[in-house]
């Protein structure tokens, strides 16, 4: 993940792909984290905690909020080390980036191909995920965008001919 966005890592680091691969219990957390919610050990070794937990190897930076949710709870912890603790997600968000510009194509299709693999989905059978890529998102807004822009001019219209009646209405009360 730490290659893919820029974390802001404020304190310590991001946990390592070894780390990732043997389920390391580490989690990097946000400034906000909800510390109440999970079973954690701090890093410094004054603070230790009975029972299985998470050792909190970085903390991010504050980043604020996007669209109204705060970007400063987040947890970020090796996947096979959350499966073991939690058990399997029943959501999954995987960001990827292509190796080099231009490669967006293939990086789609080798990450559907991982995808369809890790729900078993045989060939002819639609998936059940979605890919989601910038541009994707961007065509989303442009869109509603527009959507928005032609029901704007029918609505001012209608608007402007209600107030048009009672303007009109009060000087005939008069």
């Known amino acids: 993940m730490a290659l893919v966005r820029d974390l802001g890592i404020d304190r310590g680091r991001f946990f390592t792909e070894q ?3 043997q389920a390391a219990q ?4 946000g ?3 909800p510390r109440r919610s999970f079973p954690w050990r701090t890093a410094r070794p004054d603070h230790p905690r009975r029972g299985r937990g998470f050792r909190v190897i970085g903390v991010q930076a504050r980043l ?3 669209g109204g949710t705060s970007l400063d709870r987040s947890v970020w912890m090796p996947l096979l080390a959350f499966e073991r603790t939690f058990g399997t997600p029943q959501t999954l968000q995987v960001f990827a980036k292509a190796a080099k510009p231009g490669q967006t194509a293939a990086a789609e299709d080798r990450a ?3 995808m369809r693999a890790r729900r078993q989905l045989g060939p002819g059978v639609e998936d059940t995920f979605d890919v989601l890529t910038p541009e994707a998102a961007r065509d989303f807004v442009q869109r509603i965008s527009e959507r928005i822009g032609v029901a704007a001019v ?4 209608m608007a402007l001919l209600a107030a048009v009646v009672v303007v009109t209405n009060t ?3 008069r």
Do not use: L
């Open 154 to 157: 029918p609505i001012s219209i």
């Open 64 to 66: 604020g909020s996007s």
């Open 112 to 114: 559907r191909a991982t």
């Open 26 to 29: 580490v989690a990097v957390v």
């Open 19 to 21: 780390e990732a691969v």
């Open 31 to 33: 400034p906000t984290w």
């Open 171 to 173: 000087s005939w009360c």
